[in-house]
Nanobody
Framework: QVQLVESGGGLVQPGGSLRLSCAASGRDFSASTMGWYRQAPGKQRELVAR???????IYADSVKGRFTISRDNAKSAVYLQMNSLKPEDTAVYCCYATTGIINYWGQGTQVTVSS
């Protein structure tokens, strides 16, 4: 059974940092693109960042320079370092992995940025 499990969310003050982790199991994702989406209440889901197997990255304009995505292929894990957090970053963050044919999703972790 394939599972993606996120961790690291929580409540943080504006300007603070969080590091999200996503551990994948059930299959080898070393050849899969992995990444993070987020969805805030009343808003559409948006791609935050993604990383290919060879380390190429893409970021949403709203997080460029503040967020960094990385991966550990040996662990089938993907991470999202989030710095200089803003209230508008508040959302449920979900990790995903795609083979190009099948997409796998985690359950999501809540990130709340508030003073």
């Amino acid at each position: 059974q394939v599972q993606l499990v996120e961790s690291g969310g929580g409540l943080v003050q504006p300007g603070g940092s969080l590091r999200l982790s996503c551990a994948a199991s059930g299959r080898d994702f070393s050849a899969s693109t992995m990444g993070w989406y987020r969805q805030a209440p009343g808003k559409q889901r948006e791609l935050v960042a993604r990383i290919t197997t060879d380390g190429n990255t893409i970021y949403a304009d709203s997080v460029k320079g503040r967020f960094t995505i990385s991966r550990d292929n040996a662990k089938s894990a993907v991470y999202l370092q989030m710095n200089s957090l803003k209230p508008e970053d508040t959302a449920v963050y979900c990790c995903y992995a795609t083979t190009g044919i099948i997409n796998y999703w985690g359950q999501g972790t809540q990130v709340t940025v508030s003073s």
